[in-house]
C-alpha cells in the first residue's frame, strides 16, 4: 500500500480540499518516478482509497479512484466497504474489492472478479459474527480464514490493526494487567500482537492460528497446482460462512492433502 487516502466522514468533512490532492499527487508521482521504471507498479502497487465509504460519500471513492489513475494506470486502488451493495454501486471504480468475509456471497463481489477485478477478505469488529478474532470465539477461527481465502478463490486477506494496544504497556499477566477491549467493547479486536520489552511486538495465538492457516492455504494451493484435486477443502470449509469447528477434522485433512502432495511429488 503506497497510500491511504482519508475517511472523510471521520474528520466530518465533505470534500477533498486542493491542497490534499496536490500532496497526494506529488507522493504518487515520486512513486511512480521511482518504482515505475523498474516495473515495480504494475500489479504490486495500491493506493487505498476512502475506507469502509458510506453511501453518502460514494461519489468521492469514485472521485479519488478516477484521480489516482489520472495519476498512473498502473497503481491499483483498493476499496475497502462495509455496505455490500456498495460493490455494485461502485463497479468500474475500483480494481480490487476489500469485503468482511459475512458480507462475500451477498456483496457480489464474485461477479467483479470474473469481470477481471481482484477480491480480498477482511474481518473487523463489524460484522462481529464468525469467524474472527475475539478472545471469546473458538481459537481455530484465525485458521480457517486461509481455508475460506482458498475456498472463495480471494487473492489476498486484510485486517484493521495488529498492534492497536490503546495504553496497553506490557503482555497480559496471570493477574490482569491487560485491557482486553482496545477498541469499543470488542475483547481482541485490533490487535494480534502484545507490546514485549521495548514495545517489540510478541505474536499471539491468534496470529499463529492466522499463519498456520495461511500455511494450509499454500498446501491447497500446491495440490492444486500438481494437478490433484483439493476437494478436501469441502469437509472443512463449504463457502464463506459454511465451515467446520472442529479442529481434529481440520487436522485430518489437512494430513490427506499433505499425503496426496507427497504422491503427486
Given amino acids: 500500500i503506497l497510500d491511504n487516502i482519508p475517511n472523510l466522514k471521520r474528520k466530518k468533512q465533505d470534500s477533498y480540499t486542493r491542497e490534499y490532492k496536490d500532496s497526494l499527487r506529488a507522493r504518487l508521482n515520486r512513486y511512480k518516478d521511482r ?11 495500491y493506493v487505498y482509497n476512502y475506507d469502509e465509504v458510506p453511501q453518502s460519500h460514494w461519489h468521492l471513492a469514485k472521485e479519488m479512484y478516477s484521480f489516482v489513475k489520472s ?42 472478479v470474473e469481470a477481471g477485478d481482484e477480491a480480498w477478505l477482511a474481518v473487523c469488529c463489524w460484522p462481529s459474527s464468525r469467524p474472527n478474532f475475539f478472545h471469546e470465539y ?3 477461527d484465525g485458521r480457517l480464514l486461509g481455508w475460506i481465502c482458498f475456498q472463495t478463490g480471494v487473492t489476498g486477506f486484510e485486517y484493521w490493526n495488529p498492534n492497536h494496544w490503546n495504553g496497553n504497556n506490557s503482555p497480559p499477566r496471570l493477574r490482569g494487567g491487560w485491557v482486553a477491549n482496545t477498541f469499543r467493547d470488542y475483547n481482541g479486536d485490533g490487535y494480534l500482537t502484545y507490546p514485549g520489552p521495548n514495545n517489540l511486538p510478541l505474536a499471539s495465538l491468534r496470529l499463529a492460528n492466522l499463519r498456520d492457516g495461511f500455511e494450509d492455504y499454500e498446501y491447497l494451493y500446491l495440490l ?16 464463506s460462512l459454511d465451515f467446520t469447528s472442529d479442529p481434529e477434522l481440520l487436522y485430518h485433512v489437512r494430513e490427506e492433502v499433505a499425503k496426496e502432495i507427497e504422491g503427486l511429488t
Avoid at 37 to 44: S, Y
Avoid at 225 to 234: E, M, S, T, Y
Fill in 71 to 112: 495519476v498512473s494506470r498502473d497503481l491499483k486502488v483498493i476499496q475497502c466497504l462495509n455496505i455490500p451493495e456498495g460493490v455494485e454501486a461502485l463497479a468500474g471504480y475500483a480494481d480490487t474489492w476489500d469485503v468482511y468475509v459475512q458480507h462475500y456471497e451477498k456483496s457480489g463481489v464474485k461477479k467483479r
Fill in 35 to 45: 518504482f515505475g521504471p523498474r516495473g515495480w507498479l504494475d500489479g504490486m502497487a
Fill in 224 to 239: 492444486e497446482k500438481l494437478g490433484g484435486n483439493p476437494a478436501f477443502i469441502q469437509q472443512v470449509v463449504k463457502g
Fill in 138 to 140: 473458538p481459537a481455530i
